[in-house]
């Protein structure tokens, strides 16, 4: 009797010691997907605890602040799997309400029922409760009424379902779509949204306009991520891609913006294995228009300034600023600081974001792979809106380029108190 008792108490030692392990990999399971979600980028306000909220969000209605996600009684401690299934994947509040679809329910109806279970285990078990109360919107009454969104998701939030990959397709490329299409929620970003807001294209089947860019936000476009070649992902390899998913940084270009933030908080956490399964997706994108045509290198520009003629609007004060980082040839230097020559962002018809980094700044994150903080300098300070105007235009046609002109007024809509100008007169040219 007695070795029986033993045996019976070791056993269920041992399943205790089992069923830990499995919550333990579960939550660490939970902990990669969190991260492929990027649910701390949203979920954090600056300077504020991981998953807390708070952080603003400004729409056209108003500013929305996010919510505290923490497993504290102010967060979602005390919501079931149930409940949480329900916000997550059909934005519907523990109250019955509607979210507002600044949280991309319609992205994450695709997320797996398994998955949804690990994100869950997560949340309630890997992640330090927060005592923080949610903040109120910002938005003005009527506006800020729940009740409108109920009739919006209904709309156009698709039904919450199991993923279920494409017949025939390349398992790589039906990862890809997994986390591009759900988790990744990249299309919250990069696919240009209706008047009412939703999102033109959930996936490819949608339409042309799955990820073909976004209208600026913040003062950012999400560029085009499908298979142009002028702003798209055209003449990106996917060797390129992953490296730039990986780092931020690649021959092509560099991150800015919010982009950033999925870089440092996101994708440097990913594995080889699905980094290439996104890049491999996308690569499979068509092009959006089709009189698109692959950057062709004109090297008239930089004979021109190597030969010391700098008589093209512009072309001084990119001597001047600009050309000991990017090179008078538009090559810049290879993942430090990125190439202009075929730089898909300098070609999109809409040149908010280059406007904005030229008077704003900016940083490439350091990451595990490239562990070294890139930083642009402001230059709103010191050059005016004209000249800011003249740059920009030189940068957008040359070497090959194909951008459109901007005006200076293009550049004064987009001022801020912090990017004014604190030397000289608006239309001097101080720097050349």
Known sequence: MKRLLIAALLLGAGATAQAAETDAALVKRGEYLARAGDCVACHTAKGGKPFAGGLAMPTP??????????PDASGIGHYSFEAFDQAVRKGIREDGSTLYPAMPYPSYARVTDEDMQALYAYFMKGVEPVAKPN?????????????????????????????VAPANTDPVVSRGAYLVEGLGHCGACHTPRALTMQEKALDPQDGEQFLAGSAPLEGWIAKNLRGDHKDGLGNWSEEQLVQFLKTGRSERSAVFGGMGDVVEHSLQYLTDADLTAIARYLKTLPPSRADDAPHVYDKQVADALWKGDDSQPGASIYIDNCAACHRTDGHGYTRFFPALAGNPVLQTQDPTSLIHV????GSVPATHAAPSTISMPAFGWRLSDQEVAEVVSFIRSSWGNHGAAVTAADVARLRTPETARTAGSDTGNANR
């Not at 209605?61 to 923490?70: A, E, L, P």
């Not at 030229?358 to 700044?361: C, F, N, Q, T």
Request: charged letters at 15%; zero cysteines; proline letters at 9%.
């Open 61 to 70: 209605i108003g500013t929305v602040y996010s919510t505290n996600i923490t």
């Open 358 to 361: 030229v008077l704003a700044g």
């Open 135 to 163: 903040r109120a919107t910002d938005i003005p009454w009527p506006l800020s009424m729940r009740w409108p969104l109920a009739i919006w998701r209904g709309l156009f939030a698709p039904e919450a379902k199991a993923w």
